[in-house]
């Protein structure tokens, strides 16, 4: 999935004499782009010029008098080549940086950058007046002498700054890079050595490590690298160069022995916990890794988030399993529900759907049996797999058209164990239990699904409950990436079929409803996996719910991606007011973004807008979640009031045993 990271050497440039600021270039006709991560943790690119615009320019002038916010995007505008755009603000990071060498020692790259080496002598020089010689204010001083011209000084300047402090990553890579070109690799490793045997020396080793690792000698490289972990484990880039060079040469028991024991993700580098976590994916240790990855999602940094999310798959992939046969004697009964999930188990949401006239004709959807060989005809624990959700999601997309676009009075009846286990028939179902799953209904819609490598099967049938006669018979074969596609055709074919018979039609009644016209695929195995979120109403039945994290996560991807559709919305919002009467700690990591979202759904005017409340409800303590509650305007709607009345008393700050539906 992700390659092991590690530190990279970058080949020295030495700047010439005279040269034109980085960013002053000629013109192109492609516009230059930067990668940005936004709330949700999506990376993507926008142009250089936007980006100096809307995100560096304005955070300059609001980081202005903070040392550490003012450094951070210095140096980031730095990796960018922007060296013009914050002359000012390393002038000013100089004046008020408490870190002196760092404050000084910024300013005077900023000045090489743009072609001042003798500014930059001058800044470097005033430094060492103020706190004295050290290896990095020296190592500078020698960058500046080198494109001022002065090879031989620059050298023996730079030899200086190594002795006060070996363990510079620029000016040790740079040393042993002239030493390689003037004299050979063994000059380079001969020197290497002599500075390794130093006390406070540490990053020689770690070069040391790295070359013999690289030369086939594994057991040297091994030795060096202790002794580099042993003197500085949560020195710089330490495990960083470990972990990466380990995971590379496919020694991922070493890597883990040796990273594992002593990597602190409040420290130390994020990369360092990639490296791990791939390593525990390549040597199929999916529980240490998982747990790993709960200490990982906790720091909360939606910059992390894409790739976190990839790993969690990984590791629900790695431990996932089929339904189990049942092997007592559960208690097995028929959940029915009138709406879709997404509208149940908060508190009365009825508000969000059309009212129905009950001497409508009844229709009855079931979950479709999953078929297969070996099965029999037994029932079988639904594990959230790809087939469990099929089971679920042509129902349940069905069954919310239904709700949506007809007057017809609709309801999932949904088999579960001990009142909240999925519950898979492994055959067709009969005529006994058609008439106990749905006797007093009208029509039923049933069917099965089956897998095979070529992908999946469905067979659909609408039939009539007086005479268990089959109206309508729908069969679909289809691959992974057509799921979306086929069951859209399916369920139009189904829900046509149940309009003849019920003399009807079946049509969008209210605005809140709308087929996704982009993400099918998604948005109907959001559909499968949000009805476990939904009979997961404990803490105790929270236990058996596959996967909780990778909900949210495919919750949230969807919302956004596909910003005009409701159900969409309301999905993501209410699985985390679900996960919060849960009392999971998970739904803390989605704050930042759930609140973005909320925020622009509130901007756009969107009908989910009203869910703010509930948001509110979720993260009580959030500030701006209480101004735009503040802000919002009363509601006219006497049902939708009472519920947001009902809601505090749901979601105390100290939450109660959860309810259930």
């Given at each position: 999935?992700?390659?092991?990271?590690r530190?990279?050497?970058?080949?020295?440039?030495?700047p010439?004499?005279?040269?034109?600021?980085?960013?002053?270039m000629?013109?192109t006709?492609?516009?230059?782009?930067v990668?940005?991560?936004?709330?949700?943790?999506?990376?993507?690119q926008?142009?250089?010029?936007?980006?100096?615009?809307?995100?560096?320019?304005?955070?300059?002038?609001a980081?202005w008098?903070e040392?550490?916010?003012l450094y951070s995007?210095?140096?980031?505008?730095?990796?960018?080549?922007?060296?013009?755009?914050?002359?000012?603000?390393?002038?000013?990071?100089?004046?008020?940086?408490?870190?002196?060498?760092?404050?000084?020692?910024?300013?005077?790259?900023?000045?090489?950058?743009l072609?001042?080496?003798?500014?930059?002598?001058?800044?470097?020089?005033?430094?060492?007046?103020k706190?004295?010689?050290?290896?990095?204010?020296v190592?500078?001083?020698?960058?500046?002498?080198?494109?001022?011209?002065?090879h031989?000084?620059?050298?023996?300047?730079?030899d200086?700054?190594?002795?006060?402090?070996?363990?510079?990553?620029?000016?040790?890579?740079?040393?042993?890079?002239?030493?390689?070109?003037?004299?050979g690799?063994?000059a380079?490793?001969?020197f290497?050595?002599?500075?390794a045997?130093?006390?406070?020396?540490?990053?020689p080793?770690?070069?040391?490590?790295?070359?013999?690792?690289?030369?086939?000698?594994?057991?040297?490289?091994?030795?060096?690298?202790?002794?580099a972990?042993?003197?500085?484990?949560h020195?710089?880039?330490?495990?960083?160069?470990?972990?990466?060079?380990?995971?590379?040469?496919?020694l991922?028991?070493?890597?883990?022995?040796?990273?594992?024991?002593?990597?602190?993700?409040?420290?130390d580098?994020?990369?360092?916990?990639?490296?791990?976590?791939?390593?525990?994916?390549?040597?199929?240790?999916?529980?240490?890794g998982?747990?790993l990855?709960?200490?990982l999602?906790?720091?909360?940094?939606?910059?992390?988030?894409n790739?976190?999310?990839?790993?969690?798959?990984?590791?629900?992939?790695?431990?996932?399993?089929?339904?189990?046969?049942?092997?007592?004697?559960?208690?097995?009964?028929?959940?029915?529900?009138?709406?879709?999930?997404?509208?149940?188990?908060m508190?009365?949401?009825e508000?969000?759907?059309?009212?129905?006239g009950?001497?409508?004709?009844?229709?009855?959807?079931l979950?479709?049996?999953?078929?297969?060989?070996?099965?029999?005809?037994?029932?079988?624990?639904?594990?959230?797999?790809?087939?469990?959700?099929?089971?679920?999601?042509?129902?349940?997309?069905?069954?919310e058209?239904?709700?949506?676009?007809?007057?017809?009075?609709?309801?999932?009846?949904l088999?579960v164990?001990?009142?909240?286990g999925?519950?898979?028939?492994?055959?067709?179902?009969?005529?006994?239990?058609?008439?106990?799953?749905?006797?007093?209904?009208?029509?039923?819609v049933?069917?099965?699904?089956?897998?095979?490598?070529d992908?999946f099967?469905?067979?659909?049938?609408?039939?009539?409950?007086?005479?268990?006669?089959?109206?309508?018979?729908?069969?679909?074969?289809f691959?992974?990436?057509?799921?979306?596609?086929?069951?859209?055709?399916?369920?139009?074919?189904v829900?046509?079929?149940i309009?003849?018979?019920?003399?009807?039609?079946?049509?969008?009644?209210v605005?809140?409803?709308?087929?996704?016209?982009?993400?099918?695929?998604?948005?109907?195995?959001?559909?499968?996996?949000?009805?476990?979120m939904t009979?997961?109403?404990?803490?105790?039945?929270?236990?058996?719910?596959?996967?909780?994290r990778?909900?949210?996560?495919?919750?949230?991807?969807?919302?956004?991606?596909?910003p005009?559709?409701?159900p969409a919305?309301?999905m993501?919002?209410?699985a985390?007011?679900?996960?919060?009467?849960?009392?999971s700690?998970?739904?803390?990591?989605f704050?930042?973004?759930a609140?973005?979202?909320?925020?622009?759904?509130?901007r756009?005017?969107?009908?989910?807008?009203?869910?703010?409340p509930?948001?509110?409800?979720?993260?009580?303590?959030?500030?701006e979640?209480?101004?735009?509650?503040?802000?919002?305007?009363?509601?006219?709607?006497?049902?939708?009031?009472?519920?947001?009345?009902?809601?505090?008393?749901?979601?105390p700050?100290?939450?109660?045993?959860?309810?259930?539906?």
């Open positions: 999935m992700f390659d092991f990271f530190k990279r050497k970058k080949a020295l440039v030495t010439s004499p005279t040269f034109k600021p980085t960013n002053e000629e013109p006709t492609t516009p230059r782009l990668d940005v991560v936004d709330a949700y943790g999506r990376s993507f926008i142009p250089l010029e936007q980006w100096r615009r809307d995100v560096l320019k304005p955070n300059l002038e980081k008098n040392p550490e916010g995007l210095v140096i980031s505008a730095l990796r960018d080549d922007l060296a013009l755009d914050v002359d000012q603000a390393s002038a000013r990071l100089m004046e008020i940086d408490p870190v002196v060498e760092r404050g000084f020692v910024t300013r005077a790259i900023v000045q090489l950058r072609g001042r080496a003798r500014d930059a002598g001058a800044t470097l020089r005033q430094a060492i007046l706190v004295g010689e050290t290896g990095v204010l190592t500078n001083q020698a960058k500046v002498i080198s494109a001022e011209g002065n031989a000084l620059a050298m023996s300047t730079l200086h700054s190594l002795e006060l402090d070996p363990n510079q990553d620029n000016g040790l890579n740079w040393r042993v890079a002239e030493i390689t070109e003037a004299s690799a063994d380079a490793r001969a290497l050595s002599g500075l045997q130093r006390p406070d020396a540490w990053r080793q770690l070069l040391l490590g790295q070359l013999a690792i690289n030369a086939g000698q594994q057991k040297d490289g091994l030795v060096w690298f202790d002794q972990l042993n003197q500085a484990p020195g710089a880039d330490v495990m960083l160069v470990v972990s990466g060079e380990l995971g590379r040469q496919g991922l028991n070493d890597l883990v022995q040796r990273v594992a024991p002593i990597y602190d993700e409040h420290r580098d994020i990369r360092v916990g990639y490296n791990l976590l791939q390593a525990y994916v390549d040597l199929g240790d999916a529980s240490t998982a747990a990855l709960e200490r999602f906790a720091l909360g940094q939606p910059a992390f988030a790739h976190l999310q990839d790993f969690a798959k990984t590791f629900d992939d790695m431990i996932k399993q089929g339904p189990k046969v049942l092997n007592r004697a559960p208690e097995i009964s028929i959940l029915q529900m009138e709406l879709p999930p997404w509208l149940l188990g508190e009365g949401m508000w969000a759907a059309p009212s129905r009950r001497d409508h004709p009844r229709v009855a959807v979950p479709l049996a999953a078929v297969d060989e070996l099965s029999g005809d037994v029932a079988r624990s639904g594990r959230e797999d790809e087939r469990g959700r099929l089971s679920r999601a042509l129902p349940l997309f069905i069954l058209q239904l709700i949506f676009c007809s007057d017809l009075n609709a309801a999932l009846n088999p164990a001990d009142g909240h999925l519950v898979m028939f492994g055959g067709a179902v009969d005529d006994e239990q058609l008439e106990l799953m749905a006797g007093d209904f009208d029509l039923v049933e069917g099965e699904v089956s897998q095979s490598e992908g099967k469905i067979v659909c049938r609408l039939r009539k409950l007086s005479d268990l006669s089959t109206l309508k018979r729908v069969e679909r074969h691959k992974d990436e057509e799921i979306g596609h086929s069951l859209m055709i399916m369920s139009g074919e829900l046509a079929a309009g003849v018979a019920a003399s009807t039609s079946i049509e969008p009644r605005p809140i409803y709308a087929l996704p016209a982009t993400r099918t695929n998604e948005y109907l195995s959001a559909l499968g996996q949000y009805l476990a009979l997961a109403c404990s803490a105790n039945a929270r236990d058996s719910l596959y996967g909780e990778n909900i949210y996560g495919w919750l949230q991807t969807l919302a956004v991606s596909i005009d559709n409701e919305q309301f993501y919002f209410t985390l007011a679900k996960g919060r009467r849960m009392k700690p998970i739904v803390d990591e704050e930042r973004p609140v973005q979202r909320m925020r622009d759904l509130v756009a005017g969107r009908y989910s807008a009203r869910l703010l509930l948001l509110a409800a979720v993260y009580p303590n959030n500030t979640l209480g101004d735009l509650l503040a802000s919002a305007k009363p509601p006219e709607d006497e049902s939708y009031s009472a519920w947001c009345g009902r809601l505090p008393s749901v979601f700050l100290t939450p109660n045993s959860p309810s259930k539906f």
